[in-house]
């Protein structure tokens, strides 16, 4: 069964300083990963998403994540986060299609000081 | 037009009643899913369903049966409501057959029992 680590379950940086938030996953084939992020009272939109190819993937709101098959991480990181950026942030994992239930990780919640 | 909805966005109501909750997708997906974020913002899915036919059903007290009328509704009823049912429940969807994967989720459902 797949599973999601998000280490950090809440992190504090500076507006205007950088971002890296962590994730590990396992999974025994090649898996689907996805950052989503939720806002106060609201649902979860999708960042960005790691399907094949390239392993940087960039995504909306100037986010991008690494996909490392070594370490069995999918980092995401913002060269410089604005105010706009606290939230709740979920990593997860998808099986291949066909199945593609999501399994989150625990979600780590970004505090951005002024 | 706001792609995957859900109705009500907030429920409270006693302990023992039956309740409700909508969910219709405008996207066209083939496959609608209903999670779970607990209290402490942690993220399971409890059922999926791939053009009107249930899929997974991961291991959730038969009080809860999920129904889906048409590809684009699946609606969750819950029976005999007990406080550890209260939680936010998110509907979502995706397009599983040509594998692109990624599920768009819904504002959520804050059920409260009480």
């Known amino acids: 069964a797949q599973s999601v680590t998000q280490p950090d379950i809440h992190i504090t940086v500076s507006e205007g300083a950088s971002l890296e938030l962590r994730c590990n996953y396992s999974?025994?084939?090649?898996?689907?990963l996805f950052w989503y992020v939720q806002s106060p009272g609201q649902g979860l939109q999708l960042l960005l998403k790691y399907f094949s190819g390239d392993t940087l993937v960039q995504g909306i709101k100037g986010f991008e994540a690494e996909f490392k098959r070594s370490q069995s991480s999918f980092n995401l990181r913002k060269p410089s986060v604005h105010w706009s950026d606290a939230a709740e942030y979920f990593c997860a994992v998808g099986t291949n299609f066909g199945n593609e239930k999501l399994t989150f990780g625990t979600g780590t919640r970004l505090t951005i000081i002024p | 037009d706001t792609a995957v909805s859900q109705t009500p966005k907030y429920l409270v109501t006693q302990m023992g009643n039956d309740k409700s909750i909508k969910c219709e997708q405008n996207l066209g997906h083939d496959t609608m899913y209903w999670y779970k974020q607990d209290s402490k913002k942690f993220l399971k899915i409890m059922f999926s369903?791939?053009?009107?036919?249930?899929?997974i059903n991961e291991t959730v007290p038969n009080r809860f049966s999920p129904k889906s009328p048409d590809k684009a509704h699946l609606n969750l009823h819950i029976n005999s409501l007990e406080l550890g049912d209260s939680a936010v429940y998110f509907c979502?969807?995706?397009?599983?057959?040509?594998?692109?994967?990624?599920?768009?989720f819904g504002q959520g459902t804050r059920l409260t029992v009480v």
């Open positions: 979502a969807s995706s397009q599983v057959s040509n594998g692109a994967g990624e599920a768009f």
């Open positions: 999974y025994g084939a090649t898996p689907y």
């Open positions: 369903y791939n053009n009107k036919e249930l899929i």
